[in-house]
Nanobody, 114 residues
Framework: QVQFVESGGGLVQSGGSLTLSCTTSLPGFQSFAMGWYRQAPGQEREMVAIIKNDDSTNYTHSAKGRFTIFRDNAKKTVTLQMTSLKTEDTGRYYC????????WGQGTQVTVTS
């Protein structure tokens, strides 16, 4: 079973920054589009940013200009740099390939306070 291990979350004040990291055992990682997803309390999980196998990226409107996703195919890692954080960025963050499958990792909690 493919594993995704997320880390780097924490408690930060509005306007602060965090860098999330994901390591995966996904075979053929370099061929997959990878994404970061967020699940806020009481809400469904949603895509925040994706990076395709050609390194092209897409972001939600709220993430654009503040978040940067990048990947390291040799290390099978995906990183999400988050700046100018807002309280609405609060949630549990997960990485997965895109479009996502069924089994998810534990995620990493990001809490942004005002």
């Amino acid at each position: 079973q493919v594993q995704f291990v997320e880390s780097g979350g924490g408690l930060v004040q509005s306007g602060g920054s965090l860098t999330l990291s994901c390591t995966t055992s996904l075979p053929g990682f370099q061929s997959f589009a990878m994404g970061w997803y967020r699940q806020a309390p009481g809400q469904e999980r949603e895509m925040v940013a994706i990076i395709k196998n050609d390194d092209s990226t897409n972001y939600t409107h709220s993430a654009k200009g503040r978040f940067t996703i990048f990947r390291d195919n040799a290390k099978k890692t995906v990183t999400l740099q988050m700046t100018s954080l807002k309280t609405e960025d609060t949630g549990r963050y997960y990485c997965h390939y895109y479009p996502p499958g069924t089994f998810w990792g534990q995620g990493t909690q990001v809490t942004v306070t005002s």
